[in-house]
């Protein structure tokens, strides 16, 4: 079993920038990806990276904006968010799957808590 926390979570403002980790332990996975959910909302893709490729897939909305960066050795990835916009605020989730990066909330097996994002206009 995998286990994850997230960290780095925070207000900022809108043109602004925060950087988000996750650090996993307990278990094996080839895959973490990062996920959120504003309220109303359903959980929705971010992006993932492949630990052993360090292959990244993105979701649109946030392409050229975040970026995100394996460590092997520390069992952790860093989420960089630039250029943050109020439609970006969110509960933001780490979460672990076995297989290659994908963008399905269904095909990760393993959840952090998650944090809280909230960018002001």
């Known amino acids: 079993q995998v286990q994850l926390v997230e960290s780095g979570g925070g207000l900022v403002q809108a043109g602004g920038s925060l950087n988000l980790s996750c650090a996993a332990s307990?278990?094996?996975?080839?895959?973490l990806g990062w996920f959120r959910q504003a309220p109303g909302k359903e959980r929705e893709f971010v992006l993932a990276?492949?630990?052993?490729?360090?292959?990244?897939r993105y979701a649109d909305s946030v392409r050229g904006r975040f970026t995100i960066s394996g460590d092997n050795a520390k069992n952790t990835v860093y989420l960089q968010m630039n250029k943050l916009s109020p439609e970006d605020t969110a509960v933001y989730y780490c979460?672990?799957?076995?297989?290659?990066?994908?963008?399905?909330?269904?095909?990760?097996?393993?959840w952090g808590q998650g944090t809280q994002v909230t960018v002001s206009s």
């Open positions: 990276i492949n630990m052993n490729t360090q292959t990244v």
């Open positions: 307990g278990g094996s996975f080839r895959s």
């Open positions: 979460a672990s799957r076995g297989g290659v990066t994908s963008p399905y909330v269904d095909d990760y097996a393993y």
